[in-house]
């Protein structure tokens, strides 16, 4: 059995369907200088309904421990939720990606799970170090469940229609909630 999650950003509403859903993640912050305008709301909508609630940073080259500072000042999150690195940008290099994903742990690691969000190409040809921190949450888009890596993923986008649609690699919420706390 699977959990079923989206990831939402300033381009879908606050009050996007939550029906069959069990995690929403939401971006949060861009580079240092973009907020999405929605993630409150988003997120506040995503509890509303019982799920677990993550967030991630688009990553932007740059200085990495600025961008970490500003993801976890600006971010909605409260304790437990799920961080996320989003790794697209391809001046973004493997060892700047590192170095946040470490900040961000440095800085929220005893409260929250750090991980990776990359697509299926970078994890298996810009990645050099197979580090995700606490998650490997990679885009595919293939058959559910079936990236294609070697790798351990704890999610996985599969696709991106109508909305970017997820699985998790948990039995149900509860084992979901469990593993962001920790536990």
């Not at 961008?67 to 999150?77: G, I, P």
């Not at 994903?101 to 990645?127: F, P």
């Not at 197979?130 to 704890?154: C, E, F, H, M, Q």
Request: contains cysteine; aromatic residues 12%; charged residues 20%.
């Amino acid at each position: 059995m699977t959990t079923k999650g989206i990831d939402v950003s300033s381009h879908q509403s606050a009050t996007y369907s939550t029906a069959g859903l069990d995690f929403v993640f939401v971006k949060a912050t861009e580079g240092t200088s973009y907020i999405n305008p929605r993630m409150t709301a988003q997120a506040a909508h995503a509890r509303a309904a019982g799920l677990v609630v993550g967030f991630y940073h688009f990553l932007r080259p740059g200085d990495m421990k600025a961008q970490a500072k500003y993801f976890v000042e600006k971010c909605a999150s409260i304790e437990h939720d799920p961080l996320f690195a989003d790794w697209e940008d391809d001046g973004v290099s493997n060892a700047q990606k590192d170095a946040f994903l470490a900040e961000v742990k440095r800085l929220r690691g005893a409260t929250h799970r750090v991980g990776l969000y990359c697509g299926q190409y970078y994890w298996l040809h810009r990645d050099t170090t197979s580090n995700a921190g606490d998650a490997l949450w990679i885009a595919d888009y293939v058959t559910a469940g079936k990236p294609r890596i070697k790798a351990a993923w704890k999610f996985h986008q599969y696709t991106d229609s109508p909305v970017d649609t997820n699985i998790g690699a948990f039995a149900d919420r509860a084992a979901l909630r469990g593993w962001a706390k920790k536990g």
